[in-house]
Nanobody, 115 residues
């Protein structure tokens, strides 16, 4: 069984930074594509960033230039470095990892940015 867990969320003032981590555990060799999504109250889940084979990254328009996605060499942990945070970044952040052609989601972690 594969499990995905996020950590590192919390409360930060506008202009501040946070680093989210996501670790995959269980019976698997290595994860493939890794991604972060977020969902603010009463909105649809939004793509934030992804990293795929070869280290190719992609970002949502609203976070380009402020957020950076990276992963470890073991392909079991992905990070999201978030800078210049604004209240509009307040949301529950979800990690998604692809293993064996299936997507596994974490339960999400709250990020709150105060004005």
């Amino acid at each position: 069984q594969v499990q995905v867990a996020e950590s590192g969320g919390g409360l930060v003032q506008a202009g501040g930074s946070l680093r989210l981590s996501c670790t995959i555990s269980g019976r698997f060799i290595s994860a493939g594509a890794m991604a972060w999504h977020r969902q603010a109250p009463e909105t649809q889940r939004e793509f934030v960033a992804s990293i795929v084979g070869g280290g190719i990254t992609n970002y949502g328009d609203s976070v380009k230039g402020r957020f950076t996605i990276s992963r470890d060499k073991a392909l079991s942990t992905v990070w999201l470095n978030m800078e210049s945070l604004t209240p509009e970044d307040t949301a529950v952040y979800f990690c998604k990892m692809r293993v064996g052609g299936l997507d596994y989601w974490g339960q999400g972690i709250q990020v709150t940015v105060s004005p």
